[in-house]
């Protein structure tokens, strides 16, 4: 009887779960039309911060799918635009001070591949390394904003490729490469054996350590890329860029139904949690909504706390769900 019982949950879990992100996504969609903008143009312009979260999104994936986590990759985007901006104020072309700051950023993720592969746990190593690389980029800036840029600069954050904006290109890119390398390589399998048991993997004689710390460089040069655009897009190099940004991008992985312990998920369903997020955040931010109390005067606003309140309560739910879900799938 129990047994029955345990494979009927399940089967409907197994079905619910699919489900989820869509009922989402639908919610989101629901929630932009439902506030009734009449501006293509404002909501475009708007997005363009998801699609540099979309990159990050797609490389962290990969690394959630190993069991590990980059809580530093907003830390990085700050170093390395500073040191887009300190080297342009220094003299060089703003080429060869791109060039720099993608380096900068590939450095930092090889120290985090690094310390992980020493055996410090990712959460651990990254971080530590978050606040080290934003200690550093306030220290490298001397904690003031370099404006200023090169109009033919700005382009690159402001402007469109192509016909669409530059972030969806660059989301777009990182999102195919990364969808060949985790679904179609041999690389790819070696992701999800580490994800489900480490152990295993090693003893089959997969490169751990190599995967590991190649995953983690990649995580960093994709953080300097978008970097230049965050830059870019702004009009100046900030050491404070990148602030939380982190969080939204684990979120986008989590929403779209990648197992934060590893080894299930996959790149279409990280698309789909960009989707959900961007959408949710994009049409909370036109709903004007004020919700009265009776234990206070003053009326509770969907200011940007609230959403972000929310999204994390949603974050947790999914999370939660997902568990729960890969858990009865073991029955």
Avoid at 121 to 139: D, E, I, R, W
Avoid at 169 to 175: C, M, Q, S
Avoid at 296 to 305: D, F, R, T
């Amino acid at each position: 009887m129990n047994k029955l019982f345990s494979r009927r949950v399940f089967s409907y879990l197994t079905r619910a779960r699919g489900l989820l992100p869509w009922a989402l996504l639908l919610l989101a969609a629901a929630v932009l039309v439902g506030s009734q903008t009449n501006r293509p143009a404002a909501v475009l312009n708007m997005w363009r911060p998801w699609g540099e979260i979309g990159a990050l999104a797609a490389v962290m994936t990969a690394i959630v799918l190993t069991g590990g986590i980059d809580l530093s990759v907003g830390s990085i985007i700050a170093l390395a635009s500073v040191t887009f901006g300190q080297l342009w104020q220094n003299g060089w072309s703003s080429e060869l001070a791109g060039i720099a700051a993608v380096a900068a950023g590939f450095a930092a993720g090889t120290i985090n591949g690094l310390l992980i592969t020493l055996g410090i746990a990712p959460l651990v190593a990254t971080l530590a390394t978050m606040a080290f690389y934003a200690g550093l980029a306030m220290a490298i800036s001397h904690g003031e904003r370099i404006a200023g840029l090169p109009e033919s600069f700005n382009n690159l954050g402001q402007g469109s490729l192509f016909g669409a904006p530059v972030q969806l290109v660059l989301f777009l890119a990182v999102l195919g490469l990364a969808w060949l390398v985790v679904h179609h390589t041999r690389y790819g399998r070696y992701l999800y054996a580490i994800g489900e048991n480490r152990l295993a993997a090693e003893f089959a004689a997969v490169p751990v350590r190599k995967v590991e710390w190649s995953l983690y460089a990649a995580s960093g040069t994709v953080a300097g890329i978008v970097a230049l655009v965050y830059t870019a897009r702004g009009g100046a190099a900030v050491p404070g860029a990148g602030a939380g940004i982190e969080l939204q991008t684990i979120a986008c992985v989590v929403l779209g139904g990648t197992r934060v312990t590893g080894g299930l998920g996959g790149l279409g369903r990280t698309l789909l949690g960009v989707a959900i997020m961007s959408l949710l955040d994009i049409g909370l931010q036109f709903v004007s909504l004020k919700i009265y109390l009776p234990w206070n005067e003053v009326p509770w606003q969907l200011n940007a706390n609230a959403r972000l309140i929310l999204v994390g309560m949603l974050v947790i739910g999914v999370a939660i769900w997902n568990e729960r879900s890969a858990a009865a799938r073991n029955l």
